[in-house]
Each structure stands twice: as structure tokens, then as C-alpha cells.
């Protein structure tokens, strides 16, 4: 066999053919050494809206569960391709089947009933839950054994919020489309039951009820309603539930319950075979409705709002996901095993008189609380403790890296000018190319430094400094009005809507 490449876990066995979105493998996981089914949609040249359509199918896969609905297994992206992992099928879909079984001539009508009932299950299980499959066809039905089968391919269905709601996206293949769907009509899960009454006159004929040349035509023949009687071989139960399937008004067409409830169908009911071993367990309760899932700008991020995997999981005991754990605070060190946090005595005592420093208790009267403030006021005039450092205990005996010193700073003062002082400084700067810096600066010494010409100045008595600078000007350049030509500027109120 052929391998075509690895996909996470899985390895590409056989390409099984394409899908609404993409191409079907055959994988064979790493883990477990079982079969899959995978299905590969590359999402790099698709659309926003194209996307969206691609991702449903996976909430359609997991919010559905049945003997006869393909089971989903897991979901996730690689390089913004979408992989969908379900069970594989080994007896390969319904058109196969009935291409094979045409060269033996008619289908026994026991057959006929036990498939179509199947079908009629598995489509129960979607308008349970107001899902339209809305392509139903023979490619879209897969085969266990030759005479168990399941629905699959939600690549275009859809979920309806309520069942009285109606859909209008134009989708399905044409020869089993419904007759409001050409309308260009609101439709709802009636659309199904006429692609259901499709499939079983193709089982009882081997080709679909209309046939035409042509779109134009074949809209016209479906909107008609006319077809050809199936073989007189077969009994009125399976003529009377063709007739009741393929009526072109919806709301006379039956419903998935009524064509179970029909006592033909009732009498057949033991003609479903029991679920061979490839198809697997499946437990029915306990799926619910996946929320629409969101594509993310980036669609690698997609994996983060997938379902969870269902390897091993029956599909009754399966969680909803939990919530994620709260992130640790960043920059804050957290205690473990191997290095716990030992609280010195000195560490004890600043936390203490830290906290009777912020203390104030409440008093009844101002003038009480003002007593107390008196109080206290020698006590808050005292130096306070600083905070001792924490040493860090290890297992083992490490030496302490010394902390990185902070970058100096681009503004700092040359060494002969002093250490670092508290201050505020604002630079202007005007479109003639002169500045001003505004120094704002609290210290004992009365000089200041000027980041602009890099000069030290005498503060005057209100505690700032200005200072303008005129830059080189070229010679077709004249220096603004209010300079004078020795470059020093005028003793003069500054117009600030020059300054930015």
C-alpha cells in the first residue's frame, strides 16, 4: 500500500476520495493502530465565508450521535489545514454498493427496507435536533457491511434554532434537491424527506426518479413531480412510501416520524441487521448542540475553540469542556517543593510597622481623631524600616546571581555636574528650529543642567530655568523676529502657539 505522508499521530494510508471541502484518507493512527478516516480542507486559498461552511461541519459531527450517523473522533489544524478525524467505513459509500449490486439485477425488497430504514434513522437523529443535512445523496451514505450503512458529509448542513425556522442558502446535489430549494424558497427539514424519497427509488430502480439534459430541464421535470412507477416487483407499502416522499408541495410531504409510523415500515423493522464490529459502540444520550464556533483572523488559532478529542470515549460519557485554570500573576514568584520561601525576622518586623504606619483607626468625633493624630505623629516622623531582602532557600546550594542594574539615562548629567536629582523637564521645540526646556527641579543646589546645550545654568528664585538655543542657520535662512544677531535671545513674553 501506498503511504502518502504523516499528519500529526495519523499516517496517510490511501486517498479515498473528495468531499464538500476537501479530499477523504484512509489513516492509520500511531497510538492505537486503528483505521480513520481523514478528511483534509485547505484553507489557504478559501474565504472567510468558505472557512465558516468548513468548520460547521465539525459542529455538526459533535453535536450529533446515533447508530447511524458517522462518529467524530477529533478535529484540529496544522499549518491552516483543517483535519476531521471520523471513523472509516470499510465497505466504502452507497454508490459503490449499488453499481456493484446492479449486475445481480433488482434489489430483494428486504434489502430495500432494511436500507432505507437505516437512512430513516440516521435522518431522525439530525431533525431531532433541528439539523438539515440538506445533501443527502448515495455518495453520502456509507457502508459497514453490505447491509449496514450510516449518513455523513455535513459539509453544508445546517442548524436550525428552533423547527419552525427556514432556510434559504441554495445548496445539494441537483438530482436530489427539492422542488422549494429551485424555488429559491424558505425550506426546512422537508427538503430531506424528498432527497429521502430519492434514494429509495434509487434503490429500487438503480438511477434517480428525474433525469433530464440539461439544469433548465431537469428544474422543470423536478417541479412537475412526474416520475415512472418503481418495478411492480416490489409491494405497495414501498410504492406508497415513495408516493408520500416525493410530493412537490412541502407541507403535504411527510415527515421523518410519519414514514416510521407507517405499518409497512413497522412490519420491517426486524430487517435492520445488527451493527458489525467495525462500525463501533455508540452510546445515543448525552450529546448536545456545540455552539457555533468561531474562525479566529488567524486560523491556527481555530484549535483552541475545537471540541475535545473522543478517542475511547463513549459518546454518553463524554464532558463538556472545562474552564480554563486561572493564570498565575505575573512577576510574582510563586512558593514550591524545591524552593520554599523562608520569612526572616527582620521581614516580620517591617511588615508590622508598615502596617501601623497605615493605620488610622476611626473615631467618633474629628476632634478625637485629631487627638490620636497627635499621637501618632512622632511615631510617623520616625525612619521606617526598609524592606529587608528575601533569600530564597533552595534544595540545593546556589549561588545568587547579583540583579541587573538599571540602563543609565540618555538625559543624565555629565559626572562634574552632581549625582541624579529630582526634576521635570520640558522641551519646545518652534518650526524656526529653536528650543526651550523648562527645568522644574527640587534639590539643595542652585544649578541646573540643560539636556539641550548641555550647560550648566544658575536657577533663578521660582525654582525653573529657560533656556533657547539657536540653532545653525543656512545662509538663505533668517533667524526669527524676536532673536537678536548675537544669537542671544530678547528679554520678551513668548507667543506659545509657535511651540509644539
Given at each position: 500500500m501506498t503511504r502518502l505522508g504523516n499528519v500529526r499521530d495519523f499516517e496517510l494510508l490511501k486517498f479515498l476520495g473528495k468531499g464538500t471541502f476537501g479530499a477523504v484518507y484512509q489513516a492509520r493512527r500511531a497510538e492505537d493502530k486503528k483505521i480513520y478516516a481523514i478528511k483534509k480542507v485547505d484553507t489557504r486559498r478559501m474565504s472567510n465565508k468558505e472557512r465558516t461552511e468548513s468548520v460547521n461541519e465539525i459542529r455538526v459531527l459533535a453535536s450529533i450521535s446515533g447508530p447511524h450517523v458517522i462518529t467524530f473522533f477529533e478535529a484540529f489544524v496544522d499549518a491552516d489545514i483543517l483535519y476531521i478525524v471520523t471513523e472509516f467505513a470499510t465497505h466504502g459509500d452507497l454508490l459503490g454498493y449499488l453499481k456493484n449490486a446492479k449486475r445481480n439485477g433488482q434489489l430483494p425488497e428486504a434489502t430495500v427496507w432494511a436500507l432505507f430504514i437505516q437512512m430513516c434513522l440516521g435522518v431522525q437523529s439530525l431533525h431531532d435536533k433541528n439539523i438539515l443535512h440538506r445533501d443527502l445523496k448515495a455518495a453520502n451514505v456509507f457502508m459497514f457491511s453490505n447491509s449496514y450503512l450510516k449518513l455523513g458529509d455535513f459539509g453544508v448542513s445546517k442548524v436550525l434554532k428552533t423547527n419552525e425556522q427556514l432556510a434559504r442558502t441554495q445548496v445539494g446535489t441537483p438530482y436530489y434537491v427539492a422542488p422549494e430549494v429551485w424555488r429559491n424558497k424558505p425550506y426546512n427539514n422537508k427538503c430531506d424527506m424528498w432527497s429521502l424519497g430519492c434514494l429509495l427509488y434509487e434503490l429500487c430502480t438503480y438511477r434517480p426518479p428525474f433525469e433530464a439534459g440539461s439544469m433548465e430541464a431537469l428544474a422543470r421535470t423536478i417541479l412537475r413531480g412526474k416520475y415512472e412507477q418503481i418495478p411492480s416487483m416490489y409491494s405497495k407499502g414501498l410504492r406508497d412510501a415513495v408516493a408520500r416522499l416525493l410530493v412537490v408541495e412541502p407541507q403535504r410531504r411527510a415527515s421523518v416520524q410519519e414514514i416510521l409510523s407507517m405499518e409497512a415500515v413497522v412490519a420491517n423493522r426486524n430487517q435492520i441487521p445488527q451493527a458489525p464490529p467495525a462500525a463501533g459502540e455508540v452510546i445515543v444520550s448525552g450529546v448536545d448542540i456545540v455552539r457555533t464556533i468561531q474562525v479566529p483572523h488567524r486560523f491556527n488559532d481555530l484549535t483552541k475553540a475545537l471540541p475535545p478529542s473522543r478517542y475511547d470515549k463513549p459518546l454518553g460519557a463524554i464532558a463538556p469542556p472545562s474552564a480554563p485554570a486561572p493564570r498565575a500573576p505575573k512577576y510574582v514568584t510563586q512558593p514550591d517543593a524545591l524552593n520554599p520561601v523562608m520569612e526572616a525576622p527582620e521581614e516580620v518586623a517591617y511588615r508590622a510597622d508598615k502596617e501601623n504606619r497605615n493605620k488610622l483607626p476611626v473615631m467618633p468625633s474629628k476632634a478625637g481623631q485629631h487627638a490620636?493624630?497627635?499621637?501618632?505623629?512622632?511615631?510617623?516622623?520616625?525612619?521606617?524600616?526598609?524592606?529587608?531582602?528575601?533569600?530564597?532557600?533552595?534544595?540545593?546550594?546556589?549561588?545568587?546571581?547579583?540583579?541587573?542594574?538599571?540602563?543609565?539615562?540618555?538625559?543624565?548629567?555629565?559626572?562634574?555636574?552632581?549625582?541624579?536629582?529630582?526634576?521635570?523637564?520640558?522641551?519646545?521645540?518652534?518650526?524656526?528650529?529653536?528650543?526651550?526646556?523648562?527645568?522644574?527641579?527640587?534639590?539643595?543646589?542652585?544649578?541646573?543642567?540643560?539636556?539641550?546645550?548641555?550647560?550648566?545654568?544658575?536657577?533663578?528664585?521660582?525654582?525653573?530655568?529657560?533656556?533657547?538655543?539657536?540653532?545653525?542657520?543656512?545662509?538663505?535662512?533668517?533667524?526669527?523676529?524676536?532673536?537678536?544677531?548675537?544669537?542671544?535671545p530678547r528679554p520678551r513674553r513668548m507667543d506659545t502657539g509657535g511651540w509644539y
Open positions: 490620636v493624630q497627635q499621637q501618632l505623629e512622632p511615631q510617623r516622623q520616625a525612619p521606617a524600616l526598609q524592606p529587608p531582602q528575601r533569600q530564597r532557600v533552595g534544595l540545593y546550594n546556589q549561588q545568587q546571581q547579583p540583579l541587573p542594574q538599571p540602563m543609565a539615562s540618555r538625559y543624565a548629567p555629565p559626572p562634574s555636574v552632581g549625582g541624579p536629582t529630582r526634576e521635570i523637564r520640558m522641551v519646545y521645540h518652534n518650526k524656526h528650529g529653536g528650543s526651550r526646556v523648562s527645568i522644574f527641579r527640587s534639590g539643595e543646589s542652585s544649578f541646573s543642567y540643560n539636556p539641550i546645550t548641555h550647560q550648566q545654568t544658575r536657577n533663578q528664585a521660582g525654582g525653573n530655568q529657560y533656556q533657547f538655543r539657536q540653532q545653525n542657520l543656512g545662509p538663505l535662512q533668517h533667524p526669527p523676529h524676536h532673536v537678536q544677531n548675537t544669537g542671544q
